[in-house]
């Protein structure tokens, strides 16, 4: 039986389509970028949902700082809130 790369295609998208809805969860039904909803786990998840291996030599943001991205969005919707203020 032959399956057309079509078909593929469209299954390898709605994986990812899961994935990310999966990562969204993870962040509290939030889609704003943060250190759970991030570019690298995304495609952590991903490799890791296709049965490859991640790289040990390249760290997960998450892995090395967890907060980092959190702090950077609350300081620059603290300035915002604190700019909208003052106007």
Do not use: F
């Not at 570019?39 to 490799?47: A, D, L």
């Not at 700082?65 to 300081?75: L, S, T």
């Amino acid at each position: 039986m032959h399956i057309a790369p079509v078909v593929y295609a469209i299954i390898l998208q709605e994986c990812l389509h899961q994935w990310y809805k999966d990562l969204v969860i993870l962040n509290g039904n939030n889609i704003n970028w943060s250190s759970e909803l991030n570019g690298q786990n995304y495609t952590y998840e991903t490799i890791v949902e296709l049965g490859l291996n991640w790289p040990q030599r390249y760290p997960v943001a998450g892995d090395v700082a967890p907060y980092i991205v959190d702090i950077y969005i609350n300081g620059k919707q603290a300035t915002a809130v604190t700019t909208d203020k003052v106007q």
